[in-house]
């Protein structure tokens, strides 16, 4: 299985990149055909053609010689069997120089055209072009796999974080007031917020399906201190903290933030410093 995986993914790769090949040929044969950068006074038209053809040929072939054959002659004349293919620097050199000197052999032998220093710097031009695209291609690819990379390990991420949240619902969370004597023990999960209230914190939670809320005397910050360890638990607001599983949806009305919670009819506010921790916390559906 794995060796059939890996002969598709070398096919799409070999003719992705037969494509590519391809694609830059046609582009310096359209190129040499419109521009005419050379002398042919010597052919007609029909042999013109032919002629550019053939110098749009060579830079496929060499192309597709360098970033093909090239790896898989290496690949199958190494000792060991071990190959990595050449840095892209190097393809290029390789890609540039051949071209070049192929491009001046068929100019000077096949279309009879003198080769001069003008001459030279054209075609060395023009075979510039071949290494500057697979350059941008390649690079291309590159922020590719990495972003594909990223959005596996996001996911990867996402699923530790949903497991550790899902852990965290089925605690017990004890919530202490600030001299120590009055406890409160909840579900995680059945807490839906946190909310100061003078000198207590409001504690709204859920009982039987039904909203009840108890104060405990404390400050906020102090309960806060309390729901770290959880993942549910987030400030949205300098006086309220959320369950974001209880979350129903985060809106904006004229220039505020809110959250609705399920079921419950008041709106929670949201504060612009904590918008973006809300926004990243509240669960992708």
């Given at each position: 299985m794995k060796t059939e995986i890996n002969s598709d993914l070398l096919y799409q790769r070999l003719n992705k990149e037969f494509k590519i090949f391809t694609g830059i040929g046609f582009g310096i044969?359209?190129?040499?055909?419109?521009?005419?950068?050379?002398?042919?006074?010597?052919?007609?038209?029909?042999?013109?053609?032919?002629?550019i053809l053939g110098l749009g040929g060579i830079i496929f072939l060499f192309t597709a010689l360098?970033?093909?054959?090239?790896?898989?002659?290496?690949?199958?004349?190494?000792l060991k069997g071990i190959y990595s293919f050449p840095p892209p620097y190097m393809s290029g050199i390789l890609i540039f120089i051949l071209n070049a000197v192929a491009f001046s052999f068929y100019l000077r032998y096949v279309g009879f055209v003198d080769i001069t220093f003008y001459v030279i710097f054209k075609v060395a031009f023009i075979c510039l072009i071949p290494?500057?695209?697979?350059?941008?291609?390649?690079?291309?690819?590159e922020l590719k796999q990495q972003n594909e990379g990223y959005i596996q390990e996001n996911k990867?991420?996402?699923?530790?974080?949903?497991?550790?949240?899902?852990?965290?619902?089925?605690?017990?969370?004890?919530?202490?007031?600030?001299?120590?004597?009055?406890?409160?023990?909840?579900?995680?999960k059945d807490v839906v917020m946190i909310r100061s209230a003078d000198n207590y914190v409001e504690i709204l939670h859920k009982e039987d399906n039904l909203f009840k809320k108890q104060l405990l005397r404390n400050t906020l910050k102090h309960i806060e201190q309390q729901t770290t360890q959880y993942a549910s638990f987030t400030r949205c607001h300098r006086t309220c903290i959320i369950n974001i599983h209880h979350?129903?949806?985060?809106?904006?009305?004229?220039h505020s933030y809110w959250l609705s919670v399920l079921n419950y009819p008041e709106q929670?506010?949201?504060?612009?410093?904590?918008?973006?921790?809300?926004?990243?916390?509240?669960?992708?559906?």
């Open positions: 044969f359209l190129f040499l055909l419109f521009f005419q950068p050379f002398t042919l006074n010597r052919f007609d038209f029909n042999n013109q053609l032919l002629f360098v970033r093909i054959g090239l790896p898989w002659l290496v690949k199958k004349t190494s290494p500057l695209i697979l350059r941008q291609y390649d690079r291309l690819e990867r991420l996402q699923i530790l974080v949903d497991q550790l949240r899902e852990i965290n619902r089925n605690d017990i969370i004890t919530l202490v007031s600030d001299n120590g004597r009055e406890k409160l023990n909840l579900p995680v979350i129903e949806s985060l809106y904006r009305k004229h929670v506010p949201v504060s612009r410093q904590y918008l973006i921790q809300i926004k990243d916390a509240i669960p992708a559906e």
